[in-house]
């Protein structure tokens, strides 16, 4: 007779969590760190029981938003390379659509994270229950079904046996490389609280191991030979390169081929920035090194990258007329982007196998220096830009330099939203071998991501320091967190850089010939919202009598951080020293370092076109000529429609 135990459904899945294992390279470790939550009717009586009950082996930690509990999460299983997660529970209702934003960002960046959201009553007897939706033609649906489109498995545990396939799938799509990505499990609150006989099978310890598949030997042949006939190849480096662990292989690589390494967001850092080889951001925000060699590149071998549009500039940012791409990926979507020869497989096993089937070969001499030459003269840009101020204020590529600079070897940057990431992109000297010092969230680029991101970086890694850089923009979009941050003495340092609204769009609004319309803090001049150009500033100042009477400060001081104020670089410095002194005594809460910026000194673009479509018809000059150079600048879009194969 199978052994059994009577438990809730509840408790089953606390039990089920606390012992799932994942294992990969022959390291064993806990899948699941504990449970985020925020507690109502719709699980407080069925998981909120079982999390107490078992509190000892699956740790509870309240979270003060929803969406940022998720966030939180995926902060932790970015750093810890998706090998580690939390679970997140949520009551019905309002708790379970906040998650819909931090599922989002999960799925598209490829991050696992269990969302259980409560539900409405299986047995539909109480109907309607307090924030319920009533849909009057489909008796199944529930605004949990939000979830459906941005997870990648959804179930809604309608019987309690159905737990045990539901939680297993949960768990192979978690752990699996290439489908992670939110999974959402629906718990209906009277299910949550039923007993049933579970299987003491399902409560034992499951390891998960993550294997790391090689390519097919044709894919790699083929791949092998499209390289030794480049001339000018280069690599583009993904998130996958760091997932994987493969940064040391990338390196074993490139030393031995000479192809240079440019990187996307998720990527950045997958080369250390003083590498010979090493351009730095490649696309819309790229440096002048990558977007160079991009664009007269032939053979481009994209290793973990999806091809988001600020990598290939929108599709313009290659243009030999006959180049092909490699595409190395462990899922088949991104492999088969471009029209790439796909590698499927594994990033590192693929580039060791790519390594050895072009043993003996390098790339053209000259290609090589003249990837080199690029390189050193992007760091001189670099040194210039953060050395550059602002007009009467700190510019933010300064910001940027000091926390560059505080960080070290081993420090993180997290940001996520803004014209921050930009600039990070271009600006960041990557140190860590590893590639885990640089954390930009740019797959949904979230406003409100940076600090329970932040949060999630320093639990999977309190031995490293955690900057988190902020706009005021995304500080106003959650703030809330940083009362959990308090509560869990989480050490991270917040830099809060405030210039007054959306410099980001602002910029993006000017380009488009719109003047910054609804961008800037301010008040409303007669009713209309004034322009944000940097002529009207120049006329009212920072400091002048429309800028709101809001101190964000003070904000985060009342929700318990320890918080500074910096007026110049200099004062910056020395805060983020004292920041470091603070969170290495251990047990420390958040510091918040508030600095106000010139919003009109940006970081310049190199050659990175995005495409954002301006009306094709208006009364105004200034955006018909916006329009005139977007046509000119989508006629070097490609669709890149031959393959690799020839
Ligand atoms: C949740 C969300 N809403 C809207 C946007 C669009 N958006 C991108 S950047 C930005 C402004 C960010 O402002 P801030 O954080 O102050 O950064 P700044 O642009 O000033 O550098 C907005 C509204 C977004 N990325 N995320
Ligand atoms: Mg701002």
Sequence with gaps: MTE???LTV????????????????????????????????GNVAGLGQALAQYEDLLPYHPARNEQAMVHIASGYARQRNRLGTWACTTSVGPGATNLVTGAALATINRLPVLLLPGDTFATRYPHPVLQQLEVTHDATVSVNDC????????????????????????????TDPAETGAVTLALPEDVQAEAFDVPAAFLA???????????????????????????????????????????????????????????TQAGRGALVSDHPLSLGAIG?????????????????????????????????????????????????????????????????????????????????????????EQSAAWADEVARLVSTAGNGLPAQAEVIGAINDAA?????????????????????????????????????????????GGMGVKLAAPDREVFVFVGDGSYLMGPGELVTAVAERIAIVIVLVDNHGYASIGALSRSVGSAGFGTHYRFAANGSLPVDDADGAALAGPAGADVLPVDLAANAAS????VERARTIEELRDALARAREESGGGGAGPTVI??????????????????VPVAETSTQDTVRAARAEYERNLSAQRQFLEGAHE
Excluded at 152 to 173: K, S, T
Excluded at 228 to 249: C, F, N, Q
Excluded at 594 to 611: F, H, K, L, S
């Design 147 to 174: 979830l459906r489109p941005v997870s990648r498995y959804y179930e809604r545990v309608e019987r309690p046996e159905q737990l045990i396939p539901a939680a297993l799938e949960a768990m192979r799509v978690l």
């Design 4 to 6: 059994t135990e009577t």
């Design 408 to 452: 070290g070897e081993t420090g993180v940057v997290v940001c996520a939203a803004g014209s921050a990431p930009g600039d990070l992109h271009k600006l960041w000297r990557a140190r860590d071998p590893a590639g885990k010092g640089y954390h930009v969230e740019y797959g949904y680029s979230c406003m409100g991501y940076e600090i329970p």
């Design 559 to 562: 929700l318990g951080a320890r």
């Design 205 to 263: 310890e499951r390891v998960w191991t993550v294997y790391r598949q090689p390519p097919a030997a044709e894919a790699l042949r083929a791949a092998a030979a499209a390289i030794r006939g480049a001339r000018r190849p280069l690599i583009v480096a993904g998130g996958g390169v760091i997932y994987s662990e493969a940064t040391a292989a990338l390196r074993a690589f490139v030393d031995a081929t000479g192809i240079p390494v440019a990187e």
């Design 10 to 41: 509840a408790q089953a899945l606390v039990r089920f969590l606390a012992a799932q294992r994942v294992e990969r390279d022959g390291e064993r470790r806990r899948f699941f760190a504990g449970c985020l939550g925020i507690f109502g009717h």
């Design 284 to 372: 819309a925000t790229g440096t002048a090194a990558a977007n160079s060699l991009a664009r007269v590149a032939d053979v481009v071998i994209g290793i973990g990258t999806r091809w988001g549009d600020f990598t290939t500039a929108s599709k313009s940012a290659f243009q030999d007329p006959d180049v092909r791409f490699i595409n190395l990926n462990v899922a088949a979507v991104d492999s088969a982007k471009l029209s790439g020869l796909s590698v499927l497989g594994d990033a590192r096993v693929a580039l060791e196998m790519l390594g050895e089937a072009l043993a003996g070969w390098r790339v053209p001499e000259e290609w090589e220096r003249h990837a080199g």
């Design 594 to 611: 508030c600095i106000e910026t010139d919003r009109y000194t940006g970081v310049p673009g190199y050659d990175g076109w995005w495409d």
